[in-house]
């Protein structure tokens, strides 16, 4: 089944917009009984802006180097059409039936249940899951390059740039690991109120840091670096440019995946007007700064270094000085990832803890909790065993994962091209046609499967793209083994 916590721990993020009043006045309620919601335009706006902006606007610069200055901020420029299209038709699905006094439907997951149902639910469930699974990967990737970054820039600063400072990744993993098996053993880690606030201010502060390098390194050389097609040949193989420009596709993929949070911040979203139609306004609204931002970074990413932009534009080693502002930059990318990374696996967790209490509901393994007091806190901490042995695994198979596949630009692109099409475009549309009753082979039933087609196929091939693109790092790579 696709269990609701798949998206119902992402859901606290967004309810700073409600507020807890007097149960005895009727005018505080929906018309749901629940606490009446003060959500606005502006409001929706910054939790979506906060939703999308995360590592992988890292990788765009080293996406628009592959495809050149032509294809690559039009491949942008449609990935933020399609996405916005596809959101407008997926804030119609917040609501089962009538758009103004249908059945709310609080989550991703319950759209999906309440208008398509069936295995199309299952399918959900696990394509949510896997993806999940597979940024806790990307995740850890991403923060042990960021924590070599720091070594590196003091390293090769100290040694006044004689010492290229190759070191290896596994020891960061393990560190990252570590930490997060620790975090993980928290209970509702994820729905610290805090925890979001921290995330934004980072995500815009790493973010920030490398276009303010970027546009200082292309005004100090006063000229802009690429071509109107991406990387020559010569720089890589007519093989690797055709796979590694796939693979980019997937990478801006990545970036705009925010579909699965947007029935949640719809459900914070006040009436009238209808939630569909406020809903609407800040899609675009916030796709539209998010794309002008991402073509800033991007671009200006891609004119500082040319074909020999970075993987990750911060970790990439392209910026030298000034070291300790790329100090600064990393330790904002650590700090963001600690917590994205728990507030992505916490609906896994809660997932296979529920199920196991359902399964073995006599087990004392799986349900006996113990209280040990912690010295200077009011409440015990309570120690399930079940919980202890399942997360430490789960960290540590994701962990163990990233280091033999610790290609973070292959693993963005895989991530991408896994959600893009049935999350951002598949579910949305065949939602809309089924609350639409849309009749079969009529000219906007024809145009709405020939854009799910076209996205399925774009997804294939930019999968494709990254999958080559591992293939062809373990042909030169030892695992355990990888140095930078």
């Not at 003091?154 to 570590?178: A, D, E, L, Q, R």
């Not at 080693?317 to 650590?334: E, H, V, Y």
């Not at 349900?367 to 200077?376: D, N």
């Amino acid at each position: 089944m696709c269990d609701n916590s798949v998206t119902a721990n992402l859901r606290q993020v967004f309810d700073v917009s409600m507020t807890i009043p007097s149960h005895n006045d009727l005018n505080f309620f929906d018309d749901d009984a629940r606490v009446k919601r003060t959500g606005t335009l502006c409001t929706a706006s910054a939790h979506i802006i906060t939703a999308v902006i995360g590592s992988g606007v890292l990788s765009l610069a080293w996406s628009i180097a592959q495809l050149g200055w032509i294809a690559g901020p039009a491949v942008m420029l449609l990935f933020s059409f399609v996405t916005y299209y596809t959101s407008s038709l997926l804030t119609d699905c917040y609501r089962t039936g009538d758009p103004v006094s249908g059945k709310r439907n609080y989550t991703y997951t319950d759209a999906v249940r309440s208008i398509l149902g069936g295995n199309k639910v299952k399918a959900c469930g696990m394509i949510q899951y896997l993806n999940l699974f597979g940024i806790s990967v990307g995740y850890t990737i991403a923060a042990s390059i960021s924590m070599m970054a720091i070594k590196r820039s003091n390293c090769f600063h100290n040694s006044g740039g004689k010492n290229p400072c190759h070191m290896s990744s596994n020891p960061y993993m393990i560190m990252f690991g570590v930490s997060e098996i620790l975090l993980s053993q928290i209970p509702d880690f994820d729905q610290i109120w805090w925890l979001s606030i921290v995330a934004a201010v980072m995500s815009f502060t790493y973010s920030g840091i490398g276009l303010g390098l970027g546009i200082a390194k292309v005004a100090a050389t006063g000229t802009f670096k690429g071509s109107l097609t991406g990387i020559s040949i010569g720089t890589v193989t007519q093989a690797q440019k055709i796979w590694r420009s796939l693979q980019a596709i997937g990478d801006i993929a990545f970036a705009y995946s925010f579909s699965v949070i947007l029935i949640e911040i719809q459900d914070t979203v006040k009436s009238p007007p209808a939630e569909a139609k406020t809903m609407k306004k800040a899609t675009k609204l916030s796709i539209a700064i998010t794309t002008t931002f991402y073509m800033l970074c991007g671009s200006m990413g891609y004119a500082s270094f040319g074909d020999f932009a970075p993987g990750n534009l911060l970790t990439g080693f392209g910026f030298f000085n000034p070291f300790w502002l790329l100090d600064i930059a990393n330790a904002a990318i650590i700090i963001h990832l600690v917590g994205a990374y728990q507030v992505f696996c916490q609906p896994i967790f809660a997932f296979v803890e529920k199920w196991a209490t359902r399964r073995w509901s006599g087990s004392y393994f799986v349900t006996e909790e113990f209280e040990i007091p912690i010295p200077g806190y009011r409440y015990p901490y309570k120690l399930n065993m079940f919980r202890l042995v399942w997360r430490t695994g789960f960290v540590v198979s994701t962990t163990v994962i990233s280091m033999l596949l610790p290609f973070f630009n292959d693993v963005v692109g895989i991530l991408g091209a896994l959600g893009f099409w049935p999350l951002t475009v598949y579910f949305p549309v065949e939602m809309y046609i089924r609350q639409k009753k849309i009749s079969e082979w009529s000219s906007r039933w024809v145009c709405l499967k020939m854009l799910s087609m076209a996205c399925l196929m774009i997804s294939v091939v930019a999968g494709a793209g990254s999958i080559v693109g591992v293939i062809l790092d373990l042909k030169v790579y030892k695992p355990f083994k990888t140095t930078y």
